[in-house]
C-alpha cells in the first residue's frame, strides 16, 4: 500500500520551540510555541504540526481558575447524590 509505513523505520521527527519572548529554545518545558515537522524517509513527504500555548485570564470569573472548578466538581458531586436519593439507590 502506498499510505503503510514500515513499522521498523519510523519517521524523523524534528522539533522547533520558541519561549515566552520569541527566543528558539530546545527544552520542551519552556516553550510556548514551536513547530514539529515529520519527515517520512521512505516516502519523502513532510507533515507539519504547529503548537502554540496561551494563558488567558477570565474576565468575568472573580475566583482562580482552580477554585472554580473545585466549586464545578462539588456540584456535580451534589447533582449526583441528589439524582441517587430521587432514584432511592443511595
Do not use: C
Request: hydrophobic letters at 50%; glycine letters at 8%.
Amino acid at each position: 500500500m502506498a499510505g503503510k509505513r514500515d513499522p521498523e523505520q519510523p519517521p524523523v521527527l524534528r522539533p522547533v520551540y520558541f519561549d515566552a519572548e520569541g527566543n528558539r529554545t530546545e527544552d520542551p518545558a519552556l516553550a510556548v510555541r514551536g513547530e514539529i515537522v515529520e519527515h517520512d524517509p521512505e516516502s519523502g513527504r513532510k507533515r507539519r504540526t504547529w503548537f502554540f500555548l496561551e494563558e488567558v485570564e477570565i474576565g468575568w470569573l472573580p475566583v482562580r481558575e482552580s477554585a472554580f472548578l473545585l466549586w464545578v466538581l462539588l456540584a456535580l458531586l451534589l447533582v449526583w447524590i441528589l439524582i441517587g436519593l430521587a432514584f432511592g439507590l443511595i
